[in-house]
Protein backbone atom coordinates (compact mmCIF):
# COMPACT_ATOMS: atom_id res chain seq x y z
CA UNK A 1 0.00 0.00 0.00
CA UNK A 2 1.31 3.30 -0.75
CA UNK A 3 2.21 5.63 2.15
CA UNK A 4 -0.05 8.25 3.31
CA UNK A 5 1.64 9.81 6.34
CA UNK A 6 3.58 12.45 5.46
CA UNK A 7 5.81 11.98 8.12
CA UNK A 8 6.82 8.71 6.87
CA UNK A 9 7.11 9.75 2.92
CA UNK A 10 9.60 12.25 3.92
CA UNK A 11 11.66 9.85 6.08
CA UNK A 12 11.69 7.83 2.83
CA UNK A 13 13.19 10.86 0.75
CA UNK A 14 9.97 12.00 -0.77
CA UNK A 15 10.42 15.99 -1.23
CA UNK A 16 6.81 17.63 -0.60
CA UNK A 17 5.28 21.20 -1.28
CA UNK A 18 4.20 21.53 2.43
CA UNK A 19 6.87 19.73 4.61
CA UNK A 20 5.18 17.40 7.66
CA UNK A 21 5.29 18.94 11.19
CA UNK A 22 5.73 18.45 14.45
CA UNK A 23 7.49 20.01 17.67
CA UNK A 24 10.03 18.59 20.07
CA UNK A 25 8.17 18.98 23.75
CA UNK A 26 5.23 19.70 22.16
CA UNK A 27 3.33 17.82 25.08
CA UNK A 28 4.08 20.48 27.50
CA UNK A 29 4.05 23.23 30.36
CA UNK A 30 3.36 25.74 27.81
CA UNK A 31 -0.11 24.26 27.40
CA UNK A 32 -3.08 24.08 29.93
CA UNK A 33 -3.92 20.92 29.47
CA UNK A 34 -0.77 19.37 30.20
CA UNK A 35 -0.88 21.08 33.34
CA UNK A 36 -3.88 19.86 34.23
CA UNK A 37 -3.28 16.20 33.38
CA UNK A 38 0.20 16.62 35.28
CA UNK A 39 -1.48 17.75 38.33
CA UNK A 40 -4.04 15.03 37.95
CA UNK A 41 -0.39 12.68 38.04
CA UNK A 42 0.84 14.42 40.92
CA UNK A 43 4.36 14.42 39.81
CA UNK A 44 6.47 14.39 36.08
CA UNK A 45 7.25 10.58 36.82
CA UNK A 46 3.81 9.48 37.74
CA UNK A 47 2.57 10.97 34.41
CA UNK A 48 5.59 9.01 32.86
CA UNK A 49 4.48 5.24 34.13
CA UNK A 50 0.37 5.82 33.68
CA UNK A 51 0.04 4.77 30.28
CA UNK A 52 -3.83 6.11 30.59
CA UNK A 53 -2.44 9.70 31.74
CA UNK A 54 0.81 9.59 29.58
CA UNK A 55 -1.39 8.70 26.31
CA UNK A 56 -3.57 11.65 26.88
CA UNK A 57 -0.84 14.13 27.34
CA UNK A 58 0.67 12.84 24.13
CA UNK A 59 -2.96 12.84 22.53
CA UNK A 60 -3.46 16.60 23.44
CA UNK A 61 -1.55 18.54 20.94
CA UNK A 62 -2.42 16.71 18.08
CA UNK A 63 -6.10 17.24 19.11
CA UNK A 64 -5.64 20.93 19.52
CA UNK A 65 -3.38 21.49 16.35
CA UNK A 66 -3.16 18.77 13.58
CA UNK A 67 0.14 17.90 13.80
CA UNK A 68 1.82 14.91 11.46
CA UNK A 69 3.59 13.35 14.20
CA UNK A 70 3.31 12.24 17.85
CA UNK A 71 6.15 11.50 19.93
CA UNK A 72 5.70 9.10 22.82
CA UNK A 73 5.19 11.01 26.17
CA UNK A 74 8.13 9.58 28.53
CA UNK A 75 11.77 10.96 29.42
CA UNK A 76 15.14 9.71 28.17
CA UNK A 77 15.99 9.17 31.99
CA UNK A 78 13.74 6.73 32.56
CA UNK A 79 16.23 4.08 30.99
CA UNK A 80 18.84 5.20 34.07
CA UNK A 81 15.79 4.83 36.09
CA UNK A 82 15.51 1.24 34.84
CA UNK A 83 19.08 0.62 35.16
CA UNK A 84 18.53 1.15 39.14
CA UNK A 85 19.42 4.73 39.09
CA UNK A 86 17.14 6.58 41.86
CA UNK A 87 15.56 9.61 39.65
CA UNK A 88 13.42 12.21 41.15
CA UNK A 89 12.41 15.35 39.59
CA UNK A 90 12.98 18.63 41.36
CA UNK A 91 10.18 20.91 40.98
CA UNK A 92 11.54 24.38 39.00
CA UNK A 93 15.29 22.73 39.07
CA UNK A 94 15.06 19.94 36.64
CA UNK A 95 16.00 15.85 37.07
CA UNK A 96 17.98 14.35 40.33
CA UNK A 97 19.93 11.12 40.05
CA UNK A 98 22.32 8.98 42.12
CA UNK A 99 25.61 8.93 40.51
CA UNK A 100 27.69 6.45 38.78
CA UNK A 101 31.84 7.60 39.68
CA UNK A 102 32.86 4.32 41.25
CA UNK A 103 33.05 0.52 40.23
CA UNK A 104 30.60 -0.33 42.74
CA UNK A 105 28.06 2.31 41.04
CA UNK A 106 28.53 0.50 38.14
CA UNK A 107 27.98 -3.16 39.76
CA UNK A 108 24.78 -2.28 41.16
CA UNK A 109 23.26 -1.37 38.00
CA UNK A 110 21.14 -4.15 36.55
CA UNK A 111 21.76 -5.94 33.19
CA UNK A 112 20.63 -4.46 29.75
CA UNK A 113 17.97 -7.17 29.58
CA UNK A 114 16.97 -6.73 33.24
CA UNK A 115 14.94 -2.84 32.69
CA UNK A 116 11.66 -4.26 30.70
CA UNK A 117 9.48 -4.82 33.89
CA UNK A 118 10.20 -1.25 34.75
CA UNK A 119 9.29 -0.01 31.69
CA UNK A 120 6.31 -2.09 30.64
CA UNK A 121 4.37 1.30 31.35
CA UNK A 122 5.69 2.94 28.73
CA UNK A 123 5.50 -0.05 26.33
CA UNK A 124 1.90 0.16 27.21
CA UNK A 125 1.39 3.71 26.35
CA UNK A 126 2.79 3.22 22.92
CA UNK A 127 0.36 0.44 22.69
CA UNK A 128 -2.33 2.49 23.60
CA UNK A 129 -1.36 5.45 21.07
CA UNK A 130 -0.87 3.35 18.06
CA UNK A 131 -4.39 2.52 18.95
CA UNK A 132 -5.70 6.22 19.49
CA UNK A 133 -3.98 7.93 16.89
CA UNK A 134 -5.69 9.31 13.72
CA UNK A 135 -4.48 7.32 10.94
CA UNK A 136 -2.57 10.02 8.91
CA UNK A 137 -0.07 10.76 12.12
CA UNK A 138 2.72 8.96 13.12
CA UNK A 139 3.91 7.80 16.15
CA UNK A 140 7.71 8.39 16.92
CA UNK A 141 9.13 6.11 20.26
CA UNK A 142 12.67 7.69 21.08
CA UNK A 143 15.64 7.37 23.71
CA UNK A 144 18.55 9.10 24.84
CA UNK A 145 22.20 8.75 23.12
CA UNK A 146 24.31 7.34 25.39
CA UNK A 147 26.24 9.76 25.58
CA UNK A 148 23.54 12.59 26.86
CA UNK A 149 21.90 10.04 29.10
CA UNK A 150 25.68 8.88 30.67
CA UNK A 151 25.98 12.87 31.44
CA UNK A 152 23.46 12.44 33.99
CA UNK A 153 24.31 9.97 35.44
CA UNK A 154 27.38 10.51 36.51
CA UNK A 155 26.43 14.28 37.72
CA UNK A 156 23.24 12.88 38.81
CA UNK A 157 22.00 15.99 37.18
CA UNK A 158 21.82 18.15 34.17
CA UNK A 159 25.37 20.20 34.38
CA UNK A 160 25.97 22.96 31.88
CA UNK A 161 29.41 21.77 30.45
CA UNK A 162 29.04 18.35 30.97
CA UNK A 163 31.94 18.31 33.31
CA UNK A 164 31.70 15.51 35.55
CA UNK A 165 31.03 12.70 32.05
CA UNK A 166 34.43 14.52 30.80
CA UNK A 167 36.12 13.66 33.79
CA UNK A 168 35.18 10.42 34.42
CA UNK A 169 35.43 9.62 30.46
CA UNK A 170 39.40 11.12 30.54
CA UNK A 171 40.28 9.85 34.35
CA UNK A 172 39.01 6.10 34.36
CA UNK A 173 38.00 5.04 30.55
CA UNK A 174 37.25 1.78 31.40
CA UNK A 175 34.64 2.14 34.06
CA UNK A 176 33.31 5.09 31.30
CA UNK A 177 33.08 2.84 28.25
CA UNK A 178 31.34 0.32 30.78
CA UNK A 179 28.86 2.71 31.18
CA UNK A 180 28.47 4.08 28.24
CA UNK A 181 28.23 -0.09 26.92
CA UNK A 182 25.39 -1.02 29.35
CA UNK A 183 23.56 2.18 28.16
CA UNK A 184 24.22 1.34 25.08
CA UNK A 185 22.41 -2.20 25.02
CA UNK A 186 20.29 -1.07 27.28
CA UNK A 187 18.85 1.23 24.30
CA UNK A 188 18.86 -1.03 21.99
CA UNK A 189 16.49 -3.22 23.87
CA UNK A 190 13.97 -0.72 24.84
CA UNK A 191 14.25 1.08 21.25
CA UNK A 192 13.13 -2.76 19.73
CA UNK A 193 10.47 -2.77 22.60
CA UNK A 194 9.01 0.09 21.33
CA UNK A 195 8.63 -1.03 17.97
CA UNK A 196 7.08 -4.15 18.62
CA UNK A 197 4.42 -2.17 20.67
CA UNK A 198 3.59 0.00 17.65
CA UNK A 199 6.46 2.65 17.37
CA UNK A 200 6.87 3.69 13.41
CA UNK A 201 9.84 5.79 13.89
CA UNK A 202 12.17 6.34 16.64
CA UNK A 203 14.25 9.12 17.39
CA UNK A 204 17.60 8.82 19.66
CA UNK A 205 18.38 12.50 21.47
CA UNK A 206 21.80 13.55 21.71
CA UNK A 207 21.16 17.13 23.33
CA UNK A 208 24.67 17.20 25.01
CA UNK A 209 26.77 15.82 21.35
CA UNK A 210 28.05 19.78 21.24
CA UNK A 211 30.85 18.75 24.14
CA UNK A 212 32.30 16.30 22.47
CA UNK A 213 35.10 16.77 19.71
CA UNK A 214 37.20 15.66 17.54
CA UNK A 215 38.21 11.96 18.52
CA UNK A 216 35.63 11.75 21.50
CA UNK A 217 32.46 12.61 18.91
CA UNK A 218 33.43 9.93 16.69
CA UNK A 219 33.96 7.54 19.66
CA UNK A 220 30.99 8.62 22.14
CA UNK A 221 28.60 10.33 19.66
CA UNK A 222 29.01 8.89 16.16
CA UNK A 223 29.89 5.15 17.30
CA UNK A 224 26.89 4.46 19.71
CA UNK A 225 24.69 5.55 17.04
CA UNK A 226 26.22 4.03 14.65
CA UNK A 227 25.79 0.43 16.74
CA UNK A 228 22.17 1.58 18.33
CA UNK A 229 21.11 2.22 14.14
CA UNK A 230 22.56 -1.15 13.40
CA UNK A 231 21.09 -3.27 16.24
CA UNK A 232 17.59 -2.33 15.00
CA UNK A 233 18.08 -1.74 11.53
CA UNK A 234 18.92 -5.66 11.57
CA UNK A 235 15.53 -6.22 13.67
CA UNK A 236 13.27 -3.75 11.88
CA UNK A 237 14.81 -2.35 8.65
CA UNK A 238 11.92 -0.82 7.77
CA UNK A 239 11.83 1.49 10.79
CA UNK A 240 13.46 5.12 9.94
CA UNK A 241 15.65 6.32 12.87
CA UNK A 242 16.24 10.21 13.31
CA UNK A 243 19.45 11.53 15.14
CA UNK A 244 19.95 14.49 16.92
CA UNK A 245 23.81 15.28 17.73
CA UNK A 246 22.63 18.64 18.93
CA UNK A 247 25.55 21.36 18.65
CA UNK A 248 27.31 18.78 16.67
CA UNK A 249 28.61 21.98 14.25
CA UNK A 250 30.26 20.64 11.14
CA UNK A 251 30.02 16.97 12.17
CA UNK A 252 26.75 17.46 11.50
CA UNK A 253 28.41 16.41 7.98
CA UNK A 254 28.23 13.11 7.33
CA UNK A 255 26.77 11.74 10.37
CA UNK A 256 23.58 10.48 8.67
CA UNK A 257 26.00 8.38 6.02
CA UNK A 258 28.08 7.18 8.92
CA UNK A 259 25.56 6.11 11.37
CA UNK A 260 22.74 5.09 9.02
CA UNK A 261 20.14 7.73 10.46
CA UNK A 262 17.57 8.54 7.77
CA UNK A 263 17.21 12.13 9.19
CA UNK A 264 19.12 14.45 10.90
CA UNK A 265 17.34 17.02 13.33
CA UNK A 266 18.87 20.16 13.26
CA UNK A 267 19.33 22.65 15.71
CA UNK A 268 18.41 25.97 16.09
CA UNK A 269 22.24 27.27 15.47
CA UNK A 270 22.41 25.57 12.24
CA UNK A 271 22.15 27.59 9.00
CA UNK A 272 19.26 26.57 6.97
CA UNK A 273 20.56 26.98 3.48
CA UNK A 274 24.01 25.68 4.72
CA UNK A 275 22.43 22.64 5.61
CA UNK A 276 20.24 22.38 3.07
CA UNK A 277 23.80 22.04 0.92
CA UNK A 278 25.97 20.28 3.16
CA UNK A 279 23.54 17.67 5.21
CA UNK A 280 20.30 17.49 3.45
CA UNK A 281 22.39 16.40 0.16
CA UNK A 282 22.65 13.08 1.83
CA UNK A 283 18.90 12.82 2.82
CA UNK A 284 16.18 14.34 5.11
CA UNK A 285 16.17 16.68 7.71
CA UNK A 286 14.64 17.67 10.46
CA UNK A 287 14.36 21.12 12.02
CA UNK A 288 15.22 24.16 13.04
CA UNK A 289 13.47 26.65 14.11
CA UNK A 290 14.06 28.83 17.25
CA UNK A 291 11.72 27.94 20.00
CA UNK A 292 11.99 31.86 21.15
CA UNK A 293 9.65 32.30 18.23
CA UNK A 294 7.32 30.69 20.36
CA UNK A 295 7.09 32.71 22.51
CA UNK A 296 6.88 36.43 20.71
CA UNK A 297 5.61 35.05 17.52
CA UNK A 298 4.47 37.67 14.82
CA UNK A 299 5.86 39.00 11.66
CA UNK A 300 9.21 37.34 13.06
CA UNK A 301 7.47 33.95 13.36
CA UNK A 302 5.64 33.79 9.91
CA UNK A 303 9.04 35.10 8.02
CA UNK A 304 11.12 32.47 9.84
CA UNK A 305 8.37 29.78 8.70
CA UNK A 306 8.91 30.35 5.23
CA UNK A 307 12.67 30.92 5.24
CA UNK A 308 13.27 27.39 6.59
CA UNK A 309 10.65 26.25 4.39
CA UNK A 310 12.51 27.88 1.44
CA UNK A 311 15.44 26.60 2.59
CA UNK A 312 14.65 23.28 2.84
CA UNK A 313 12.33 22.95 -0.55
CA UNK A 314 14.60 21.08 -2.73
CA UNK A 315 14.64 18.11 -0.82
CA UNK A 316 13.06 15.86 1.99
CA UNK A 317 12.45 18.04 5.00
CA UNK A 318 10.46 17.68 8.38
CA UNK A 319 9.40 21.04 9.73
CA UNK A 320 9.91 21.03 13.39
CA UNK A 321 11.71 23.30 16.41
CA UNK A 322 15.70 23.39 16.64
CA UNK A 323 15.13 22.44 20.38
CA UNK A 324 11.96 21.92 22.51
CA UNK A 325 9.10 24.58 22.55
CA UNK A 326 9.86 25.98 26.28
CA UNK A 327 7.15 26.66 28.88
CA UNK A 328 6.59 30.26 28.43
CA UNK A 329 5.30 30.01 24.28
CA UNK A 330 2.06 31.21 23.44
CA UNK A 331 -0.10 27.94 21.92
CA UNK A 332 -1.64 30.61 19.96
CA UNK A 333 1.97 30.94 18.05
CA UNK A 334 1.99 27.33 17.55
CA UNK A 335 -1.22 27.99 15.10
CA UNK A 336 0.64 30.72 13.96
CA UNK A 337 3.07 28.36 12.58
CA UNK A 338 1.32 25.78 10.58
CA UNK A 339 -1.25 28.01 9.32
CA UNK A 340 2.20 29.71 7.60
CA UNK A 341 3.96 26.51 7.20
CA UNK A 342 0.88 24.93 5.30
CA UNK A 343 -0.40 28.36 3.29
CA UNK A 344 0.30 27.63 -0.57
CA UNK A 345 3.19 30.00 -1.74
O1 LIG B 1 8.93 15.93 23.19
C1 LIG B 1 7.94 15.41 23.76
O2 LIG B 1 6.82 15.97 23.81
C2 LIG B 1 8.07 13.99 24.28
C3 LIG B 1 8.47 13.82 25.64
C4 LIG B 1 9.89 14.20 26.07
C5 LIG B 1 10.16 14.76 27.33
N1 LIG B 1 11.50 14.83 27.48
C6 LIG B 1 9.15 15.18 28.29
C7 LIG B 1 9.54 16.09 29.39
C8 LIG B 1 11.10 13.99 25.43
C9 LIG B 1 11.38 13.46 24.03
C10 LIG B 1 12.13 14.38 26.35
C11 LIG B 1 13.56 14.26 26.05
C12 LIG B 1 14.53 14.74 27.04
N2 LIG B 1 14.45 14.67 28.40
C13 LIG B 1 15.80 15.26 26.70
C14 LIG B 1 16.34 15.40 25.30
C15 LIG B 1 15.79 16.56 24.56
C16 LIG B 1 16.26 17.88 25.10
O3 LIG B 1 15.42 18.61 25.65
O4 LIG B 1 17.44 18.21 24.91
C17 LIG B 1 16.45 15.57 27.89
C18 LIG B 1 17.84 16.17 28.03
C19 LIG B 1 15.60 15.19 28.98
C20 LIG B 1 15.87 15.27 30.43
C21 LIG B 1 14.94 16.18 31.12
N3 LIG B 1 13.60 15.96 31.26
C22 LIG B 1 15.26 17.40 31.75
C23 LIG B 1 16.64 18.02 31.82
C24 LIG B 1 14.07 17.91 32.27
C25 LIG B 1 13.92 19.14 33.13
C26 LIG B 1 13.91 20.38 32.32
C27 LIG B 1 12.51 20.77 31.99
O5 LIG B 1 12.24 21.09 30.81
O6 LIG B 1 11.69 20.78 32.90
C28 LIG B 1 13.04 17.02 31.92
C29 LIG B 1 11.58 17.16 32.24
C30 LIG B 1 10.60 16.96 31.14
N4 LIG B 1 10.65 16.00 30.20
C31 LIG B 1 9.40 17.72 30.96
C32 LIG B 1 8.74 17.18 29.87
C33 LIG B 1 7.40 17.59 29.31
C34 LIG B 1 8.93 18.84 31.87
C35 LIG B 1 8.40 18.17 33.09
C36 LIG B 1 7.27 18.88 33.77
O7 LIG B 1 6.10 18.67 33.43
O8 LIG B 1 7.59 19.60 34.73
Known sequence: MAETKKLMR???GETQAIPPAWMMRQAGRYLPEYRATRAQAGDFLSLCYTPDLAT??????IRRYGFDAS????????????LGADLTFVQG???RLS???????????KGPDDIHDHLAPVYQTVRNLSAALPSDVALIGFAGAPWTVATYMIAGQGTPDQAPAHALKDGNTALFDALMDRITEATIGYL?????AGAEVLMLFDSWAGSLKGADFAAYALEPARRIIAALKAAHPEVPVIAFPREGGDSVIGFARATGADCIALDYSVDADWAAENVQ????VMGNMDPRHMVTGGQ??????RRIRQAFSGGPHIFNLGHGITPDANPDNVTLMLETLREHS
Not at 56 to 61: D, F, M, S, Y
Not at 300 to 305: Q, R
Open 10 to 12: ALR
Open 56 to 61: EVTLQP
Open 71 to 82: ILFADILLVPHA
Open 93 to 95: EGP
Open 99 to 109: TVTQQADFDAL
Open 192 to 196: KQQVA
Open 281 to 284: CDGC
Open 300 to 305: PLIDEV
